[in-house]
C-alpha cells in the first residue's frame, strides 16, 4: 500500500459547524503533514507530526487542531471556520521527518458557507 | 533560509511542442530538489527529485529536469509535451530546513 487516504472528499459545512478530516497511511512513515492550498497556490503548510508528536504548527489559528491517535492515522478537527478557511487540504507522510519526498493524498475540497 | 522562484507562471504550448520550466533555488548548502504535478482536481504526485549524483534526473511520464549547481537552477523539461501535460508544476527545495519550500507554480496548458 503506497498511499494517503483522505476522506471526506468533499466538505460543505457552516460556520458553526464542527467537522473531523481523516488521513490514513500504511506504508510505516512515521511523519505526517497537513498542508492547505488554494487555487492555483503552492501548499502551505500547517503542521507536521513526528513519531505521533506534533513537531511543528505554523501559526495556524486554534479553529484548527490537529490530532495523531496512532502512526497511521491524521486527524485535523474543524470548529467555527470562516469563509476563507475553504481550500483543499492536503495530508502527507514521509518516512521520517528528515526524509524526502513527499506522499500526498488526493485531498479534501472544504467549503465553509 | 532557504526559498525557490519559479519564473513563468503561465505557459501555453501546443502538441509536440518542447517545454522547459524554470526552476531557481537560494541555499548555500547541500539541497534536495523536487518537480510536483498537479493536473486539474487533483493532488499533487511526485514528478522526479534530486538528492546526489547524475545532475540530470528522469522521472515519470517522460519528464527530466537538470540540476547546475553554479546556477542554483532546476529546470524541469520534456521534448515533447501532449495535451494531458495540462497541469500546475511545482518546484521544491529542502535545503537547511526539513520541510520542503515550494515555488509559486507553473500553470502549463498544452493545446491539442
Known amino acids: 500500500d503506497t498511499e494517503v487516504t483522505q476522506t471526506p472528499k468533499h466538505l460543505v459545512m457552516g460556520m458553526t459547524n464542527k467537522k473531523s478530516l481523516k488521513c490514513e497511511q500504511h506504508?510505516?512513515?512515521?511523519?505526517m503533514y497537513w498542508y492547505k492550498q488554494k487555487a492555483k497556490k503552492p501548499p502551505e503548510l500547517m503542521f507536521v507530526?513526528?513519531?505521533?508528536?506534533?513537531?511543528i504548527n505554523e501559526s495556524v489559528p486554534s479553529r484548527f487542531s490537529p490530532e495523531c491517535p496512532n502512526s497511521s492515522l491524521l486527524n485535523l478537527h474543524l470548529h467555527a471556520l470562516q469563509p476563507e478557511d475553504s481550500a483543499l487540504y492536503l495530508c502527507?507522510?514521509?518516512?521520517?521527518?528528515?526524509?524526502?519526498?513527499?506522499?500526498f493524498g488526493s485531498g479534501t475540497r472544504l467549503t465553509v458557507v | 533560509a532557504q526559498s525557490v522562484s519559479q519564473h513563468n507562471h503561465h505557459v501555453i504550448l501546443s502538441e509536440a511542442a518542447s517545454l522547459e520550466l524554470g526552476c531557481n533555488y537560494s541555499?548555500?548548502?547541500?539541497?534536495?530538489l523536487f518537480w510536483y504535478v498537479q493536473y486539474p482536481g487533483q493532488h499533487l504526485q511526485l514528478l522526479l527529485k534530486?538528492?546526489?549524483?547524475?545532475?540530470l534526473v528522469k522521472g515519470i511520464k517522460g519528464f527530466e529536469a537538470e540540476f547546475i549547481k553554479s546556477k542554483f537552477s532546476f529546470n524541469l523539461r520534456k521534448p515533447s509535451v501532449q495535451w494531458s501535460d495540462t497541469a500546475e508544476y511545482f518546484c521544491?527545495?529542502?535545503?537547511?530546513?526539513?520541510?520542503?519550500?515550494f515555488g509559486r507554480g507553473t500553470s502549463l496548458i498544452v493545446h491539442p
Open positions: 502527507a507522510s514521509t518516512e521520517t521527518e528528515r526524509a524526502s519526498g513527499y506522499t
Open positions: 506504508m510505516g512513515h512515521r511523519a
Open positions: 507530526y513526528s513519531y505521533e508528536k506534533l513537531s
Open positions: 541555499y548555500g548548502g547541500t539541497v534536495n
Open positions: 534530486y538528492f546526489s549524483g547524475d545532475p
Open positions: 521544491a527545495v529542502k535545503g537547511g530546513s526539513y520541510i520542503p519550500t
